[in-house]
């Protein structure tokens, strides 16, 4: 697995200036994945997943 700390400054990278609210490692179907739970800087909350082993984001959306 990727180190935890490039992986969620991939996530913050998504969203210049985000806060970081939570965070999880969960296995999904077929990887690990990290989801990272961030608001930016206009108070809306996103959701951001990555590929545990690359960095590679997977989803990066809006909570609706």
Do not use: P
């Not at 609210?21 to 997943?49: E, I």
């Not at 990555?50 to 909570?63: F, I």
């Amino acid at each position: 697995l990727m180190a935890f700390e490039k992986c969620i400054a991939a996530a913050v990278d998504q969203l210049a200036g985000a806060t970081i609210n939570d965070t999880a490692l969960y296995l999904g179907a077929v990887m690990f994945v990290f989801k990272v739970d961030l608001t930016d800087t206009s108070g809306k909350k996103w959701d951001v997943k990555l590929d545990a082993k690359t960095g590679a984001v997977l989803e990066n959306k809006q909570d609706t």
